[in-house]
């Protein structure tokens, strides 16, 4: 008989009982090879113990050897039938071998023997939940959920059974019993994290963002590289982040908080494209372009097809003159989704602006396919349209956009700007015109509220009448009925619609720079607002505009600007410029404070009015791009003035008055304004040329052979069928002449081609036009000018700006007098010049007169060499002429006092 082997003392056993004491000692150190051999010499000594064959047993199925361990349990239970422990592990080794038919079944005999045994409970409870799970997976999901049952009514605190029956329920869509199991699951197993998460996903999936977020962070908690969590806290923060965007007022602190939020979400999840998106959208709204491109380029290498991520990429682009690179963005897009109508739709506004009419309205005409009902497409169509001197095509198309959503404020105040090129501009077409702003306005002022009206002081008599220290202050009087009153014919761009996302629209927290600002007080406190109504007190103006930058309007506001005097107006201007350029550094520095309002919301450039105290509030715009009627709407300033940017009223109650002269607008004119009207003593526009402008050049009829050259450098627009007639009435009465025409459409070949085939119908060789697009800088622009010997004005909208233009490079210019303003700025130019010769009052005389000129090289010649002077001294006089402007203001200011004074008494 060989001896049992030495225990770790040394010792060797004595006896069985000895024996089963080592063996169970070895065993619970994991040695499990060693304890083996003791109990199988234990059953040696007695074949039949009961302690060394579940000794035996449990070291077999630890040693993953199940077949032998179940025959160690089954030599058991051949002794003693009843043995619960043996009986327990053969349900556990069938479990691990998948036997669940096996397990359930000597489980449930253990618990028939011992039901209230907390092991046996357990075990079975472990077994029926996994045999549920089983059974799930096979989809046989009513059967599952009555093991996951039976399992919790063996044992309720089961965290396992509560979190695999949450499943059950909440794919069955009862999410209160999902909830309740949960709940339940995590209460008896707090380290539960994949119950912890499943928790936020039915609380997001209720809404209830704030919940899943504590669940998802709380499973975090226990183990902070559970992926599964960290996805769904990103997914739930971007979430959060648009619903607060969308919901918070003020909308500058939803913004604020939306992005606090995507950013945490890509703490969590940094591969997050739909976070890297709604954090592009929001940077882009508060005008942090940089950022927002940095965020969409992520969005869309996380994920390469979200279109969506490259139209805003391509919208940031067009709006910072990248067309190029706009255009790759748009079609990125459209590689991954070409019905995308709105990049189809953004597409053309590019192709518009550059010209390429042809793409720009195949791009529109896709859009509306995709969309029928797509406004913003109609309006892009009709500035389409107007760009190509289709007007009464673009007045349709605005129609149709309005028709589909009567609040489209682009496609409104567009219909109102191509009213202005109708070329039938009778008595009574003008007096439509002028309604259909009034009517305009009057649903557009509905929509804002008015800023509370500035209380002047009670004067001493209305407080003595009153005998109370503590009166009242009375309001403001309601606005009189006015007699018509007048505006300036700039060419205005287009209100172009362009989509940037879902969550797009709001306005961002831009702060108001006053960084080149003296102090108010250091020049003057008073002002309407603080109650000081003295006549003669310095008065503080406010001008208001999107372009000051190299724009049209510039011209004319630079000496406004640069030559007030000091002891009589305080200049602040509000710039709403989104790319500002050298012109907008000049401009600056030439106000006594500055306000860069970009990014502010109507109603905060409002406020930001009313702080500053503005007596006199100066709107550039009229109802062109960028314009901020809605904040002049809001009543900042007890004095509102339209002024330069637009041909025609602006229809709003609002706006008090309107700047003009009486070459423009003459005392019997018959139109009709909102506004009243202020004749300035000479001509109502003061214009500041270019510095890249250079010398005017020689005339070139002088080195071509007596050949003169025709110019108009107007858009398209306002080239109308009237306009056109007479130009071709020209041509044939000189026949050495040429025609030269300058506008952006003409970087279109067909464009080029339908005016070449319209001239050619009417007998002119297209040889004698020239057709040329933009030139891409204002030096090659105001060059241009050299190769014309005389301009034609157009009609019944004038140029204004070309105008000057050409005046300034020595190039005359001939208009036509109308009935309306817009056509009669030209008259107002020439006759500040002394060049009343140049206005006709007929098409005949038009006619006449260009053909006399062009037919007349020594009077060219004479003209352009005095025709910059003639400028300078008459139209380009900013001093003298902010005198004048200026005495407005005061007349203004006087009849504002005298009217609150008669209120008050």
């Not at 797509?374 to 007007?391: F, P, T």
């Amino acid at each position: 008989m060989s001896l049992p082997e030495t225990s770790d003392n040394g010792l060797v056993p004595a006896s069985l009982t000895q024996l089963l004491q080592q063996a169970d000692l070895l065993s619970a150190r994991l040695k499990l090879n060693e304890a083996l051999a003791l109990y199988e010499q234990a059953l040696a000594l007695r074949p039949h113990s009961i302690e060394a064959l579940n000794g035996k047993g449990s070291c077999l199925k630890r040693l993953e050897r199940p077949h032998e361990a179940l025959a160690a349990f089954a030599a058991v239970l051949a002794v003693e039938p009843g043995n619960v422990a043996a009986l327990v592990s053969c349900g556990l080794i069938y479990l691990e071998c998948d036997k669940f038919v096996d397990a359930v079944a000597v489980l449930e005999r253990a618990l028939q023997l011992e039901p209230h045994n907390a092991t046996v409970r357990s075990h079975l409870a472990q077994v029926l939940t996994d045999v549920g799970t089983q059974l799930k997976l096979m989809g046989h999901v009513a059967q599952a959920r009555q093991k996951y049952e039976a399992a919790l009514l063996l044992l309720p605190s089961y965290a396992l059974a509560h979190h695999n029956l949450a499943i059950v329920d909440a794919e069955a869509g009862d999410s209160e019993q999902a909830m309740r199991h949960y709940e339940l699951a995590v209460e008896h197993n707090a380290f539960y994290v994949e119950a912890w998460c499943n928790l936020g996903v039915l609380h997001k999936n209720r809404g209830h963002l704030l919940q899943a977020i504590a669940m998802y962070e709380r499973a975090l908690s226990i183990n902070a590289n559970y992926g599964l969590a960290r996805a769904n806290l990103a997914i739930a923060l971007n979430d959060l982040g648009t619903h607060l965007k969308q919901t918070v007022v003020p909308a500058k602190l939803g913004l604020k908080q939306a992005v606090s939020h995507y950013r945490r979400a890509l703490v969590y999840n940094p591969f997050y494209a739909d976070a890297h998106y709604n954090l592009g959208v929001a940077y882009a709204e508060r005008h942090s372009f940089g950022k927002a491109l940095v965020h969409y380029e992520l969005a869309v290498h996380f994920n390469p097809s979200c279109c969506k991520a490259y139209n805003n990429l391509g919208v940031i682009h067009r709006d910072h003159d990248n067309l190029d690179k706009a255009v790759q963005c748009y079609q990125a897009a459209l590689a991954i989704n070409p019905r995308f109508a709105q990049t189809l739709n953004n597409l053309a506004v590019v192709y518009t602006i550059k010209g390429l009419v042809d793409e720009a309205r195949t791009s529109l005409r896709a859009a509306l396919a995709e969309n029928p009902h797509y406004a913003e497409a109609y309006n892009n169509l009709g500035v389409l349209d107007r760009d190509q001197g289709r007007v009464a095509e673009s007045l349709h198309c605005y129609e149709t956009a309005l028709r589909l959503n009567p609040l489209d404020r682009n496609a409104g105040q567009n219909r109102l700007l191509a009213l202005n090129f109708v070329d039938d501009m009778h008595q009574r077409q003008v007096a439509y015109v002028t309604e259909q702003h009034r009517q305009w306005a009057a649903a557009f002022e509905k929509l804002h509220q008015p800023l509370p009206p500035v209380q002047p002081p009670p004067s001493p008599a209305a407080a003595a009448a009153h005998a109370c220290a503590a009166a009242a202050p009375s309001p403001l009087s309601p606005r009189c009925a006015l007699p018509p009153a007048a505006s300036v014919g700039l060419e205005p761009p287009p209100r172009l619609s362009q989509l940037e996302s879902a969550a797009a629209s709001a306005a961002s927290a831009a702060s108001v720079d006053t960084s080149h600002s003296a102090s108010p007080s250091t020049v003057s406190d008073a002002s309407a607002d603080s109650g000081d109504l003295r006549p003669d007190r310095v008065l503080r103006v406010g001008y208001m505009s999107s372009d000051f930058f190299t724009h049209s309007v510039s011209y004319f506001v630079h000496a406004p600007i640069q030559f007030h005097r000091p002891d009589n107006c305080y200049v602040i201007c509000y710039s709403h410029v989104l790319k500002p350029d050298a012109k907008t550094h000049l401009l600056r520095s030439l106000a006594n404070e500055w306000r860069d309002v970009h990014g502010l919301s109507a109603a905060e450039i409002a406020r930001q009015i009313r702080a500053d105290r503005i007596d006199v509030l100066v709107e550039l715009a009229g109802h062109t791009a960028g314009n901020l009627l809605d904040v002049v709407a809001m009543r900042p300033a007890p004095i509102q003035v339209a002024y330069c940017g637009y041909p025609n009223t602006t229809g709003l109650e609002s706006v008090q008055y309107r700047l003009t002269d009486a070459w423009a607008d003459p005392p019997d004119t018959k139109q009709e304004f909102v506004e009243q009207l202020v004749r300035l003593p000479r001509c109502f526009l003061c214009y500041t040329p270019s510095a890249e402008a250079g010398p005017e050049s020689v005339a070139p009829c002088l080195g071509s052979g007596g050949v003169v050259t025709i110019g108009s450098f107007n858009n398209l627009s306002k080239i109308n069928a009237r306009v056109l007639r007479c130009w071709l009435t020209v041509l044939q009465r000189v026949p050495n002449s040429r025609l030269m025409l300058k506008c952006k459409p003409f970087a279109s070949a067909s464009v080029q081609q339908q005016f070449l085939d319209m001239f050619s119908a009417r007998g002119i060789d297209p040889s004698r036009i020239d057709l040329l697009p933009l030139l891409p800088l204002n030096n090659q622009h105001m060059q241009s000018y050299s190769l014309v010997d005389l301009t034609l004005d157009t009609f019944p909208y004038a140029g204004t700006t070309t105008t000057c233009e050409a005046l300034w490079m020595g190039v005359p210019v001939v208009t036509l007098r109308g009935p309306c303003h817009a056509q009669n700025v030209g008259v107002s130019l020439l006759t500040a010049i002394g060049q009343q010769a140049l206005i006709a009052d007929t098409e005949e005389e038009y006619c006449r007169l260009a053909v006399a000129l062009a037919t007349d090289v020594t009077r060219l010649v004479e003209l352009r060499k005095a025709l910059r002077s003639a400028v300078q001294k008459h139209l380009s006089n900013g001093p003298e002429f902010v005198v004048g402007l200026e005495d407005a203001y005061r007349t203004m200011w006087h009849t504002y006092i005298r009217q609150n004074r008669n209120q008050q008494l």
